[in-house]
């Protein structure tokens, strides 16, 4: 089992462990092999050479996906730490061949199991330090065997911190890994994995082709897993065997960017590591790697606000070097480290060593890949439009404020939109605050490694980012089978400045829309239309067409919704129905501008529905608040329709619906009976004169009604009703009228304000 027996040079290795990456570049340096051999796809040994480009900044990882499917995809994830990435570039830098031996991505992607994971982690299974699926996990098993209750505090002190002998005898790691994972198989075999075996087979036989052409002066680079496996001595038929009539398919391979919350386990990464980016500062400190790490903390923490000076620093590293020494480590580790910055730099608060948990330890770092790396036409495209547009994909998530009356931000906006639209979430639009109006967005970004294969994924539909989001957009259009599914997607289309698509979603919308006979349905879809009309004057987009769709929607809700409001509604029925009148009348407010008197035509729905004793109490009700807020009802008409709302032949809770419909759902009801004394005495001599039985069932209606309103509105209209209906008129010589209330109407300071409310209404 020793690498250094007869035999080419085996490399166990822990996948993303800095000790072993160490160990991997010392030993290379003594044995001087002829070819290195490592553990990957042979797909991407075309693409090694792109990992001496400039350009190249790990985390990376080698992405393969079916030419046919690119939603089937694995990805072989290398950080800068990686042994296989060292002895990759240990081999390139001294014009050492190089090549992958893993089984084919060309039989991974095509095996059952790979259509059920869309973006399988192909290493996951492949070295110590994560249990990938294994029955056992082996740093666990031999963390136990030393008296270790935590296999990472384990797999520190003897690979990460060794030094002194280490340093002389680069393979005694090796020699003592080998013979642990070789006695662990003697144990638990294969661990029940029998893709394993193929792997392996196929391994082997890469080797005895290494053996041909180099003899055994090679090395193999591999999950430390599979060493004893490659240093049995199976016979060629029996790999044969194992590797006769597995699945294939044609796959593609390319170089993707990575990052290193990705390489952890908490995302999901089955060999993922805890801590890469506490395991990439390891690689990367020359010496005194706790000093640096603890300097590094305090300039985050100062960043932050927080009072964090040189003696913080010079305290914490003799805090952690303590706990070592208390605990029985050679050096300080991650675990030490944490708890002397809890102690000393975040005063006990576990607060902010969260952030240093999440942007040191684990970190955002986000790789990069040359241009000459292959790569789809759209991914491409998009490649040139974040350039174009500066807008950097970043593994931190960050807001993006945009205002569309800047050309750079709508356009930033439109790629955005379009994304979605192809199903690449890499912005998700969020609440402004900058404000509300309907040129500013928000978006919340943050680049994850498998938006590349979306990317890949989205390109059946075209070359660049507007010609997939129009063919995505007319084929979502033609298998379309609710008119909600269409008016959503005509609001996406403007959002993205698809005019080409329009065509196509307008006919399926005009063909659903004729044949759909729920007025519910039809009543639902039209906000949606109004507001892309809005969204189209912001973007520039013409949407004349879908204006004309429109309104020829509110004409058919026009005539269909008075029969509906009358068919026998129960109350979850009316609250429905009640909701899709607000959203109605909204949109034909901005419909308005259309022309063909669409307003004076809803107004006069509005009327039949508040005088039809048919339509609920609270359909009426609200009805006739619509119609008094666009000023269609005089107050006395308002008055005589609620007294007839609320008189004694009315059942009381049809009554307390009509008091729902007209004062409530937060829209300043509470506020209209505060300044309408006639309203509320209305309101007051109806309840004083409910039944008692009948007002045990009319109290949930009305509290949900009043409870709903402003705190201060509430007790002014507890103060008015003590007080008595007519209190607040005070008549010459009575008296000062209530505090708050004039006692009328003052036309003069009225008039002062006209002007600003028409400016602020857009009215001048």
């Keep these: ?78 950080a800068g730490f990686s042994p296989e990435w060292v002895a990759i570039r240990w081999a390139q830098a001294r014009d050492v061949p190089v090549r992958f031996i893993d089984l084919p991505a060309a039989h991974t992607l095509a095996a059952p199991e790979a259509e059920e994971d869309a973006a399988p982690e192909a290493e996951e299974d492949a070295a110590p330090g994560g249990a990938g699926g294994l029955p056992v996990d082996p740093l666990a098993v031999l963390a136990e065997a030393a008296g270790y209750e935590d296999a990472e505090h384990w797999w520190e002190d003897v690979v990460e911190h060794r030094g002194g002998g280490a340093a002389r005898d680069p393979l005694a790691a090796f020699d003592a890994l080998a ?226 009356r800047k050309e750079a931000d709508a356009a930033k906006s439109l790629l955005l939109h379009r994304l979605r639209m192809l199903g690449v979430d890499w912005g998700v639009p969020t609440a402004s605050r900058g ?141 429905e129905l009640r909701s899709h009148l607000d959203g109605v009348h909204g949109a034909v407010a901005l419909l308005a501008d259309a022309g063909g008197g669409l307003r004076e035509r809803w107004a006069d729905v509005l009327r039949k529905l508040a005088g039809r004793d048919t339509v609920p109490g609270l359909i009426r009700g609200r009805a006739v608040r619509l119609l008094l807020d666009d000023g269609r009802l005089p107050p006395g008409e308002t008055a005589r329709l609620m007294g007839l709302a609320l008189s004694p032949a009315v059942p009381p809770g049809d009554a307390a619906g009509w008091i729902e419909g007209f004062a409530g759902g937060g829209s300043g009801g509470g506020t209209l009976l505060v300044h309408d004394e006639r309203l509320l005495g209305l309101i007051d001599a109806w309840l004083v004169a409910v039944p008692e039985r009948a007002f045990v069932d009319v109290l949930p209606l009305l509290r949900r009604t009043f409870g709903a309103y402003e705190p201060g509105v509430r007790r002014t209209l507890g103060e008015l009703a003590r007080r008595g209906p007519g209190t607040r008129r005070t008549p010459a010589g009575a008296g000062p009228a209530p505090e708050g209330f004039a006692p009328d109407l003052d036309p003069a300071r009225a008039a002062a304000v006209t002007e600003v409310v028409r400016l602020l209404l857009g009215a001048a």
């Design 179 to 404: 013979e642990a994972m070789g006695a662990l198989r003697e144990t638990y075999g294969d661990g029940g994995r029998p893709r394993d075996l193929v792997r392996e087979a196929y391994m082997r036989q890469r080797m005895r082709a290494a053996r041909r052409e180099f003899g055994d002066d090679y090395a193999v680079v591999c999950g430390a897993w599979h060493v004893p496996a490659l240093r049995a001595g199976a016979t060629v038929a029996a790999d044969r065997a194992l590797l006769t009539g597995l699945p294939r398919t044609r796959v593609e391979t390319t170089w993707v960017p990575w990052t290193h919350r990705r390489l952890a386990r908490a995302g999901g990464y089955g060999a993922g590591i805890t801590s890469p980016g506490w395991y990439a500062h390891l690689f990367a400190a020359r010496d005194r790697p706790v000093e640096r790490w603890l300097t590094k903390v305090a300039g985050l923490l100062r960043e932050e606000d927080r009072q964090v000076s040189p003696s913080h620093v010079i305290e914490a590293v003799r805090l952690a070097e303590t706990l070592a020494a208390v605990r029985g480590r050679p050096v300080p580790g991650l675990a030490e480290t944490l708890e002397a910055v809890r102690a000393v730099m975040c005063d006990g608060s576990d607060i902010p060593l969260a952030l240093v948990e999440d942007r040191l330890v684990v970190g955002d770092v986000l790789g990069e890949v040359p241009d000459a790396a292959p790569a789809v036409p759209l991914q491409r495209d998009l490649t040139r439009r974040q350039r174009s547009l500066r807008l950097k994909a970043e593994a931190r998530e960050r807001e993006l404020e945009l205002d569309l």
């Design 435 to 575: 404000g509300t109006g309907t040129f500013r967005e928000t978006w919340r970004l943050r680049w994850e490694p498998e938006l590349s294969v979306r990317v890949a994924e989205a390109g059946i539909w075209g070359t660049t980012v507007p010609g997939a989001a129009v063919a995505k957009a007319e084929a979502e259009a033609a298998g379309a089978g609710e008119l909600g599914e269409v008016t959503a997607l005509a609001e996406r289309c403007l959002l993205a400045g698809l005019s080409q698509a329009l065509p196509a979603v307008l006919r399926a919308l005009a063909d659903l829309a004729a044949l759909d006979t729920d007025v519910a349905r039809l009543a639902k879809a039209l906000p949606a239309l109004a507001r892309s009309l809005r969204y189209g004057d912001v973007r520039g987009t013409d949407s004349a067409a879908l204006g004309t769709v429109a309104a020829g929607l509110a004409e058919r809700i026009c005539v269909a919704l008075p029969p509906a409001c009358a068919a026998g509604l129960d109350a979850d029925g009316a609250a």
């Design 1 to 78: 089992m020793s690498p250094r027996g007869a035999g080419p040079l085996l490399l166990g290795v822990r996948h993303h462990g800095p000790g072993s990456a160490r160990a991997v570049r010392a030993a290379l340096d003594r044995a001087q092999p002829r070819a290195v051999l490592i553990e990957g796809p042979p797909e991407g040994d075309a693409l090694l050479e792109l990992a001496a480009d400039p350009g190249m900044r790990p985390p990376v990882a080698l992405l393969a996906h079916a030419a046919d499917d690119p939603a089937r995809a694995a990805f072989w994830p290398l």
